[in-house]
T-cell receptor, first 115, second 111 residues
Framework: NAGVTQTPKFRVLKTGQSMTLLCAQDMNHEYMYWYRQDPGMGLRLIHYSVGEGTTAKGEVPDGYNVSRLKKQNFLLGLESAAPSQTSVYFC??????????????FGPGTRLLVL | DQQVKQNSPSLSVQEGRISILNCDYTNSMFDYFLWYKKYPAEGPTFLISISSIKDKNEDGRFTVFLNKSAKHLSLHIVPSQPGDSAVYFCAASSTGNQFYFGTGTSLTVIP
């Protein structure tokens, strides 16, 4: 039982490049989330999904797209990376909306540097 | 605008003493609060939660207190241990899916 895994762990991009961050969970959770963590800002929700095939915007969605084609995977895409997207990205999952009020399980994070 | 605030970026405590981490929020609609603990290079892990219908929740060495009138919650760790050294985030939500996180407090427990 790996929990929540994230790929890659670290990436350096040039401005304008694109990339996809992959999150996978093996706990059969319905809900999945993407956060970014910046110094002095805490964790901020980018997008989330309440089930396979669904996505919704969070607090800071601009510049990102997401897809949830399979229940166990949640992809975060940057179409044209900007230096302001330099951050640590965390994926999380939870069983349901009720369980979400108990806890979310977080992945180890992806550190992204945009030059 | 930061709806959940942790005004102390860092805290140092001697082993065996009490650690008190504070969190303030501005949204009176928040009715569920959590504390997460984070070690370097790892994701946050859930520590303890409290509903707005309570003013205290205890789990072993960890106790969370909620003062709704002051929009303030605190996490008490007694006794503090070196393994408690980590960054602690508080988070809050109203009905729905989205949690709002504070900026974190880095706790160092000195042996």
């Amino acid at each position: 039982n790996a929990g929540v895994t994230q790929t890659p762990k670290f990436r350096v991009l040039k401005t304008g490049q694109s990339m996809t961050l992959l999150c996978a969970q093996d706990m059969n959770h319905e809900y999945m989330y993407w956060y970014r963590q910046d110094p002095g800002m805490g964790l901020r929700l980018i997008h989330y999904s309440v089930g396979e095939g669904t996505t919704a915007k969070g607090e800071v969605p601009d510049g990102y797209n997401v897809s949830r084609l399979k229940k166990q995977n949640f992809l975060l895409g940057l179409e044209s990376a900007a230096p302001s997207q330099t951050s640590v990205y965390f994926c999380a999952s939870s069983y349901s909306i009720f369980a979400a009020r108990e806890t979310q399980y977080f992945g180890p994070g992806t550190r992204l540097l945009v030059l | 605008d930061q709806q959940v605030k942790q005004n102390s970026p860092s805290l140092s405590v001697q082993e065996g003493r009490i650690s008190i981490l504070n969190c303030d929020y501005t949204n009176s609609m928040f009715d569920y609060f959590l504390w997460y603990k984070k070690y370097p290079a790892e994701g946050p892990t859930f520590l303890i939660s409290i509903s707005s219908i309570k003013d205290k929740n205890e789990d072993g060495r960890f106790t969370v207190f909620l003062n709704k009138s002051a929009k303030h919650l605190s996490l008490h760790i007694v006794p503090s241990q070196p393994g408690d050294s980590a960054v602690y985030f508080c988070a809050a939500s109203s009905t729905g899916n989205q949690f709002y996180f504070g900026t974190g407090t880095s706790l160092t427990v000195i042996p």
